[in-house]
């Protein structure tokens, strides 16, 4: 089995139903997909890459001295020592750094600011064009999605860049790239290595790759849209696993509810619905205590009592 790959400019053509159907299958079945010809220009995503390198470069010395690393280093010592040793199960071998609107960016490279800016901006429309194929699968109005997500326009959206590197790995056996998890928030935009791999998506109970495609972005669903699909459209577990040779570039953005936006089920065959209604706020302090953990718990979590 293949991640999708969609041609996305299909969707303004005589195969937009086509188009709409692999969209459907991709929220439905997999939770992944790829987006070709998606109308991010393709020298913005080279110079993405660019800029996005030669900021690991600078922080590559700091990634050596390291927790992982460190740790990594202990564990190998005491396996020469002859000691019984075990995988590391509550750390990442990644170096990580997030970008949103009201946060420092790094200054080095020169370009770095410039670029991220404009690239943002072209992923948060590219996400809410995503977030209305998903709406009109789902038989919702144009914009339901957004307009859950932002209050119906009282809030911005949380929109958030998470620039990550994945290092060479000399003992892959012992540590994680990224421990498995769903992702919280609504639509996820990847921009992932197009020659070093290790992203995988568990489908059908098997952890199948994400295969590398040049300039394709990846879409992923968050545990918000599975709450507004009502449970039709389901947020992937997904892990990173570390690589012997290659250091993996992973450019992940998220467009997310405002934290002060109510969520509940958009989609209820009956009025029935399979969620609670929360804030998403609530959602993500239970989610970053339990991030690694079984997403079912987290709605519960954040249940309202009932009434007496």
Request: glycine letters at 8%; one cysteine or more.
């Amino acid at each position: 089995m293949v991640v999708p790959v969609i041609d996305f400019s299909k969707l303004d053509r005589v195969e937009r139903a086509e188009t709409m159907a692999q969209i459907a299958d991709g929220c439905e079945n997999w939770g992944f997909f790829q987006l070709v010809n998606h109308g991010i220009p393709l020298e913005l995503l080279d110079r993405v890459k660019k800029v996005c390198s030669e900021s690991y470069r600078l922080r590559e010395a700091a990634f050596r001295s390291s927790e992982p690393v460190q740790t990594l280093e202990r564990l190998v010592e005491a396996e020469r020592r002859g000691e019984a040793v075990a995988p590391v199960d509550d750390m990442d071998w990644e170096d990580i750094f997030y970008l949103h609107d009201d946060n420092q960016w790094p200054s080095d490279p020169p370009a770095f600011k410039e670029t991220m800016r404009e690239y943002r901006a072209e992923l948060k429309k590219l996400a809410e064009r995503v977030m209305e194929a998903m709406d009109e699968n789902l038989g919702l109005d144009k914009g339901r999605m957004k307009a859950a997500f932002t209050g119906d326009g009282l809030h911005a959206p949380f929109f958030g860049t998470k620039v990550s590197h994945y290092p060479p790995c000399p003992r892959p056996d012992l540590i994680t790239g990224l421990r498995a998890h769903t992702d919280a928030g609504g639509v996820i935009l990847l921009f992932q290595d197009d020659k070093v791999g290790g992203l995988e998506v568990l489908k059908d109970g098997e952890w199948l790759d994400v295969q590398p495609l040049a300039d394709a972005i990846v879409v992923n669903t968050g545990d918000q849209v599975e709450v507004l699909s009502n449970g039709r459209y389901r947020s992937a577990w997904h892990r990173v696993l570390p690589m012997r040779n290659g250091n993996r570039r992973s450019i992940a953005s998220f467009y997310n509810p405002a934290f002060e936006a109510a969520i509940s089920p958009a989609v209820g065959e009956g009025g029935a619905t399979a969620y609670p209604d929360y804030v998403f706020g609530d959602y993500m302090d239970v989610y970053n205590k339990q991030k690694f953990d079984a997403k079912e718990p987290r709605f519960e979590a954040v249940k309202a009592p009932k009434a007496a």
